[in-house]
């Protein structure tokens, strides 16, 4: 397949923030602990969603978009841009 139009070699960032957290600490699956939250503003028609991850209560990706997945891809690109960074939240 043509790595350029086959999808499961598209980058998503949700999948990759999920399989990071799966294998960090194995055989540890931390990725349990990763809550998602999103809200609306505006009317139907017109909405901005903002998405949040969170992590032991630690917010490490937040993402607006048009539509929610939009906002959930963009908050999971900053949720992993934090755990390469800053590492595992350390439990509360």
Same mark, same amino acid.
């Given at each position: ?23 960090? #600490?194995?055989?540890? @699956? ?10 609306? @503003? ?38 992993? #841009? ?11």
């Amino acid at each position: 397949m043509n790595p350029t139009t086959d999808p499961s070699s598209m980058a998503d960032p949700v999948r990759d923030l999920n399989n990071y957290l799966q294998e960090i #600490q194995k055989p540890t @699956n931390l990725a349990p602990l990763l809550q998602w939250s999103c809200v609306q @503003n505006g009317p139907n028609h017109q909405a901005t969603h903002i998405g949040t991850y969170t992590f032991r209560n630690v917010v490490i990706g937040r993402g607006e978009g048009v539509t929610i997945n939009l906002a959930k891809s963009v908050a999971a690109t900053q949720g992993l #841009q934090y755990l390469h960074t800053n590492g595992i939240p350390p439990p509360a």
